[in-house]
Structures are given as C-alpha cells and as structure tokens.
C-alpha cells in the first residue's frame, strides 16, 4: 500500500515536471497521453485495483483522483498559456500596417477618339439623329460610284485607297453610308442619321494616319435648304471647339454634294488673329459639306423634285487634336500608356 502511494506521488511529480518542460501544445498533450490517457501510467493503477484488498481501494483511488485533478489544472493552465502564444505570434505576424503606402491600382481611361464620338453621337442624338454603322471593308460601289463618282472620275485621286479586289476596298470615307442608308430605308422616308468611323487612305504623316476616323451626317427631307446645313453645323462645330467660334463657308467640290462647301471655323487657339495652329490666316479647316446631288438621291431610290437633303462629313482625329492639343495623329493609334494615360485625368 505504502508502494502504491509513493509510486503515484512519484508518477505525479514527474508529470509536473513534464508538464512544466512542455514547450508547446502538442508536447503537453503527449504528457497528457502518458499519465491520463486511457492506457496513461496513472490510469493503469485505477485498473489495477481489482488486485488490491478492498480496504485499499479507497484509498488508493482517492489517491490517483487527487493527482489527476491537480495535473488536469496544471496541463489545463499550460494549453491556455500556449493559445494565448500561439494568438499572439498570429496577431503578430498578420499585422497590417495601415500608414504604408498602398499599392497603386492602375486604372484605364477612356480613349480620346472615343471621347470625341461619344460627345459627337450625344449631341446629335439630342437632334433626334440616328447612329448607324456601315462595312468598312465596303465596295466600289457603295464608296464611289452610287456617290456620284463613276469609275474613272478624276476626284477618286483624291482618295488612293486600299483595295483588296476590283470590287471591294477598305472605305476612304464614311460618305458611303450615305448610300447605305438611302438604300436601306425602303419606305424611301425621311433621313437623318451621323455614322462615325474607321476610314482608310493611302497616308502616313504627322496629320495623315492610313487608318483614320471620320463622321458623316446626312439629312434628307422636304424642304431641307442651306440654311439647314449652316444652323446645324454652327451647333456642332461650336459645341465641339467652343461657343464663340465663327464659321466660314467656303465653295468647293465634292461628287455626292452640289453646291459644296468646306467649312472653316475661326481659329480658336488665336481668335482669328493669326498663328501657327492657323498657318497665319484665322480660319482652320474642319469640314466638308454641301446639298445632297440629285443623281445621288436618284441613284437611291429618292425623288429629287420631292426631296432635298444636306450632308456633311469630318475627321474625328483632327478635332480630338484640336480639342486636347495633340500635334500627332499617329499617336492616337499607337497605343502608348504614357499617351493615353493622361486622360485618365479628365475621369476624375
Ligand atoms: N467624304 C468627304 C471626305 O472624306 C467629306 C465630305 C464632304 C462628306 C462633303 C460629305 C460632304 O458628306 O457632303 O473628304
């Protein structure tokens, strides 16, 4: 009996020391496991009662309880001690430091071009114009000669374009959607409509890119006169460069147009004073217009003794260039970061 007792207290004070050399969770659980584990050396004597007198039992049972109370405190204390640690550590290791700079999310900006064509398409839609498209790989037919200009006509050198058969070429102008949309209209109805887009010419310069933007207007209905033409475009042009701006429309010629005029507005970097943006003479170049031709109105189906119409077509690129100052078309099709990055700041 005596044996049995100092056997547990011997047992007990070396778990209290392993207890206490336990370095971590799982160390301390392996003690655990040990002592009071189902097959634990403490555990083993509680089985072995069954060979002890039964005076004995009590005590000895007693005995073991009390040890393994005072070590389930003490193993209970260690795994506290070691969560509090092992939070500790994470809190640590996680910590965000709130005042270091972040890391900068970089974001994208709307392209100039697109900036330009979405204020040209708002404007006109207010005006109750339609935005159409048209092919851009389109056919002789539609680009040139359904415009007045037949095969042969000396005005298709103005435009040496990209031809891809006899037949087909990538459009030097969006007037071909002129066409189109007299075309397409079936019921031969009044038409007002703007078809911005991609146009391509044999180019390639500081003011020529080969591929390049334009928007065409077309508006065809009774009674439509000059004065139509002139109101319409005094809106866009001065919604476009400014408010001030005077207009200069000078005769000129184009197929699909008669009379034609080009139309100058006043220069806006130097009021019409004189500069290098003007080439000294106040006026900048910036559109090409004029009345519907008749045989172009016939040649689609409308009834020129009923029908009149004005039209008008002009570069996207040049007036984004005007508008932001940009000196080079090409970069417009570059798609450098460090150029079209600098708009991100008109967003803000
Ligand atoms: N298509 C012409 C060009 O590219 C511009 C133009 C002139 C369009 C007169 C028109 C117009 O609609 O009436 O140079």
Not at 115 to 141: H, K, N, Q, W
Request: proline share 4%; aromatic share 8%.
């Amino acid at each position: 009996m005596e044996e049995k007792i100092s056997e547990i207290s011997r047992l007990k004070d070396l778990a209290v020391s392993e207890i206490q050399s336990a370095t971590n969770a799982k160390e301390l659980d392996e003690v655990r496991v040990k002592y009071l584990g189902k097959k634990g050396e403490l555990t083993s004597i509680l089985r072995s009662m069954g060979s002890l007198a039964p005076e004995e039992r009590p005590v000895i049972g007693g005995k073991v309880n009390e040890a393994r109370d005072e070590l389930e405190v003490l193993i209970k204390s260690g795994e506290e001690k070691f969560a509090k640690q092992e939070l500790e550590r994470k809190l640590k290791e996680e910590t965000i430091d709130i005042t270091l700079p972040s890391t900068k999310v970089k974001r994208g900006s709307k392209h100039p071009l697109n900036r330009i064509i979405e204020e040209v398409e708002d404007l006109f839609v207010s005006m109750g114009y339609d935005v159409v498209a048209g092919p851009e790989l389109e056919t002789d037919e539609y680009c040139f000669e359904r415009l007045n200009l037949p095969k042969g006509h000396p005005a298709r050198d103005m435009q040496d374009s990209f031809y891809i058969t006899s037949e087909y070429l990538l459009r030097t102008q969006t007037s071909a959607v002129q066409a189109r949309a007299m075309m397409d209209n079936e019921e031969k109805a009044p038409i007002r409509i703007i078809c911005p887009g991609k146009t391509y010419r044999r180019d390639d310069d500081a003011t020529h890119s080969h591929q390049f933007s334009q928007v065409e207007g077309l508006v065809i209905d009774k009674n439509i006169s000059l004065a139509d033409l002139k109101g319409t475009l005094e809106v866009f042009v001065r919604k476009m460069l400014g408010e001030n701006l005077q207009l200069r429309f000078r005769p000129s010629y184009f197929p699909f147009t008669e009379p034609s005029y080009e139309v100058d507005v006043s220069c806006f970097k130097c009021g019409g004073k004189g500069c290098n943006l003007c080439k000294q003479t106040g006026w900048i170049e910036v559109l090409g217009s004029g009345i519907v031709h008749p045989n172009v109105l016939k040649m689609n189906g409308y009834n020129p003794d009923k029908y009149t119409g004005f039209a008008f077509g002009t570069g996207l690129d040049r007036l984004a260039m005007f508008k932001y100052g940009i000196t080079d078309i090409r970069l417009l099709y570059q798609n450098d970061v460090r150029f079209l990055s600098q708009f991100d700041r008109l967003d803000r």
